[in-house]
């Protein structure tokens, strides 16, 4: 019977597994494990020990291999055997191979084993508050693995469409729970360019002569301005979009940006943004929050972002200072 109709025949058998069509270049999966295991130990009986199989199972695998190549791979000798030059050849192609699948399985199998948690937040906290510290949390927890979702828009917690979120406002939004991370210190921001330029921004009273950089919903603006007895009605402004577009703006000095200074360390830092005025303003109407599905309970790597995220930010409060105490 031809090889090609003993195939068929194998892949015809019945059974509680389906036969799996022989390949017709690669050999079968055993006879190679069996080579390899020969040409490393160099002896049938310690190949047959770690493949836990007969020595005569070993051979017939070997003389099975070596008919379906065409060569010779091993010179038996009285007490063991030799590759032949092709056997070595082989041999570092095989165990070249098995090396790849070794290590593609090793990391399919960590990340399996790792907790994937999905978080939604804004892509300027992401940006400018979150990813400077994420390499923090990754080495304090490598068994958890964060799917990080920038969006503008509310993620349905309710309905599967993250874990959790990170959001900015006043902590009052339908069908979650809250829990205040940090409560903003507000303060305009502008380019040392435009700061030059002029006219002057000293004082609370002086962001009514420049142009103010708004995001779609301004209540930071709103806080600050009530806080300090202002009317903005009148002010020029440039309405954007997301708040990473309002900083670069800002940056390019086309106006004031209303600073959310817990966020901008690196900006100010820098020198790419200024604080020229006094006044800093905190509200629990403008803070970050992390945000749950009503009534859930987080899993333990949502507890264990949960308690990073809190850390971190008591940390960034401590730094930035309290607005009351004049820090």
Known sequence: MSR?????ARDRLPGSIAAVRSSPTLPPLQALRAFE???????????????????SAVSHHIRALEQDLGVRLFVRKARGVELTPEGERYHDAVR??????????TELRGRAAKARLR?????????????????????AHPGIEL??????????????????????????????????????????????????RGPALTES??????????TVRPYDWTIWAEANG???????????????????AAVDGQGVAMGRLLMLGGRLRSG??????????????????LVTARGSRLSAAGEAFADWLAAEAAATEAQVGDPASGA
């Open 230 to 248: 202002l009317d903005l009605a009148g002010a020029r402004s440039i309405q954007l979009s997301d708040y990473n577009i309002t900083l670069q």
């Open 119 to 139: 978080v939604s937040l804004l892509p300027s906290f992401t940006a400018n508050w979150l990813v400077p510290r994420l390499g923090g949390f990754a080495d």
């Open 37 to 55: 295991a020969v040409a490393r130990r160099l002896s049938f009986r310690r190949a047959g020990e770690d493949l836990l199989i007969t020595q």
């Open 272 to 289: 790419a943004l200024v604080r020229p005025c006094a006044s800093v303003v905190s509200s629990p109407r403008a803070a970050h929050w």
């Open 4 to 8: 090609e109709r003993r195939t068929l």
């Open 147 to 196: 799917e990080l979702e920038p969006t503008l828009d509310l993620a349905d917690l309710g309905a599967g469409a993250a874990d959790l979120a990170i959001r900015y406002g006043d902590g009052r939004w339908d069908g979650v729970d809250c829990r205040m991370l940090m409560q903003e210190r507000l303060s305009p921001v502008a380019s040392p360019a435009l700061l030059r």
């Open 205 to 214: 009273a002086d962001v009514l002569g420049h142009t103010l950089l708004l």
């Open 96 to 105: 070249r191979a098995f090396a790849i699948i070794a290590e593609g399985t």
